[in-house]
């Protein structure tokens, strides 16, 4: 049995689902036995090695850490010991700070120079009994007295006291990937500690692997192609890629290709790819993309980029493939809401170049293969409008796969509203802030 966390994604639901369709996907026996707005505890029956969880981590679009669970606390200890309004008293710190999970990580410390850092996350940003921000610098403090009580050289820890200014009133006290590779704090006798915090309990864990920030900055930067407007985000690109399926050796489909940025992550991911595009530019700019990667990969891409109409589609992809995965054109780029009966329209318009896609996909697709795409929602002066599922998959012989399997979680019934998960979606909501066309995703099977 492995217990591992999993740092989640901007977008918890979004993630959790990718998280649960990978891990039933690879055959693990997993369940979901908690969660918080930042991270997702789950229990897995086989014995994971290294590699497996270093694997999971890079294919997933919304993990950015994955840890091993080193130890549980109930909440009461930190809820006593940290208390955001009152002052603790003596014997709560004191039991808080014994920190019996300290042997686990270092069983040998003498003589050794320690670099660590512990990083919280707590289960919402906004207001908790817990003062976190002490909780982290407290942790801290008395990790680096005990092992330096237990004969350790040197022991540095890493920490955060400025405040996040990308998301206002958020937290800023859990260190950043760019950190940890920099002062090598995965590699023994280094280590980050993750501090998860849910509703009922503390889970620690050893963080194992994080998102390779600095590399994928530079892809994103360096590649010859891009297009702002249309690009999707390269970990959008690995959430769809995951949700259809998608493994190492299959074929990958993307019939609306722009840039080529799908194709780019299933290429690393080790995938053979087909993209389509009707526009000749936009074939041309994810050609030489991926033609840039190989180089850079110093690797042998297999890749196919043609141009044409994807209502068409099986007249320019004439072999199966395993899955499909894309960001379709979405309509057109709206400045302010517009009104219901112009978005109601766009969105008419949309659906029927959809499902004739769609059709043309069902055929070329693995007889038990998945699509995985995104759809416009249009936030307009009332209510927002988006495609109706029914309307998308009539008669193009593909359904509805639900992202979130009910027997597969096992997060607390009476969890915060807020935190529920309710395994019946159809869609996951995906939102970009200050745009009118916002995004969902949904995932269909033969
Ligand atoms: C949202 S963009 C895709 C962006 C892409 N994922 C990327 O990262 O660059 C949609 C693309 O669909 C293409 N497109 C529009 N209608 C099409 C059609 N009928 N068949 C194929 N491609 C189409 C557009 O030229 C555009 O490049």
């Known amino acids: 049995m492995t217990k591992l966390a999993f740092v989640l994604g901007s977008n918890w639901l979004l993630s959790i689902a990718e998280l649960l369709v990978y891990i039933q996907d690879r055959g693990f026996d997993g369940t979901l036995v908690d969660h918080s707005r930042n991270a997702a505890i789950v229990d897995i029956k086989q014995r994971l090695d290294s590699d497996q969880i270093v694997d999971m981590q890079s294919s997933l679009g919304g993990c950015y850490k994955v840890g091993k669970v080193i130890w549980e606390h109930e909440i009461d200890l930190p809820l006593k010991a940290y208390p955001a309004k009152k002052v603790a008293s003596k014997e709560d710190l004191e039991e808080i700070r014994k920190i019996p999970w300290l042997k686990i990580v270092w069983p040998r410390v003498k003589g050794k120079k320690i670099k660590f850092g512990v990083s919280t996350y707590p289960i919402f940003d906004g207001r908790f009994p817990i003062n976190f921000r002490r909780y982290t610098r407290g942790m801290d403090d008395q990790v680096k007295k005990l092992l330096m009580k237990n004969g350790a050289k040197r022991a540095d820890y890493f920490a955060y006291d400025e405040p996040d200014r990308r998301i206002e009133g958020r937290l800023n006290i859990a260190l950043w990937p760019k950190t940890i590779a920099k002062n090598s704090l995965l590699t023994p006798p280094n280590a980050e500690i993750l501090a998860i915090f849910s509703e009922e309990k503390l889970y620690i864990a050893r963080t194992r692997i994080v998102y390779d920030s600095m590399l994928q900055q530079y892809r994103d930067e360096s590649r010859p192609f891009v297009s702002a407007e249309i690009s999707t985000s390269p970990k959008i690109c690995r959430t769809l890629l995951t949700l259809a399926g998608a493994r190492p050796g299959d074929t990958v489909l993307d019939p609306f290709c722009g840039t080529g940025t799908l194709l780019m992550e299933a290429a690393m991911l080790g995938m053979k790819c087909i993209g389509v595009d009707i526009d000749g530019d936009q074939v041309q700019g994810a050609r030489s993309n991926l033609k840039w990667l190989a180089k850079d990969m110093g690797e042998k891409l297999d890749y196919d980029i043609v141009k044409g109409d994807s209502r068409e589609l099986t007249s320019v992809v004439k072999k199966q493939v395993d899955a499909v995965a894309f960001e379709p054109i979405l309509g057109p780029i709206y ?80 969890i915060d509203p807020r935190l529920r998960i309710r395994p019946s979606r159809e869609l996951i909501p995906e939102r970009k802030r200050g745009q009118v066309v916002q995004r969902a995703l949904i995932v269909l099977e033969k």
């Open 335 to 414: 400045k302010k809401p517009p009104l219901r009966d112009e978005a109601e329209k766009t969105i008419k318009e949309l659906t029927t170049l959809y499902r004739q896609v769609l059709t043309e996909i069902s055929s070329i697709l693995r007889p038990d293969g998945r699509v995985a795409m995104t759809i416009p929602v249009i936030n307009t002066e009332g209510e927002p409008v988006s495609v109706k599922f029914r309307d998308l998959t009539r008669g193009t012989g593909l359904a509805l796969y639900r992202m979130l399997p009910g027997d597969s979680i096992k997060s607390r019934k009476n």
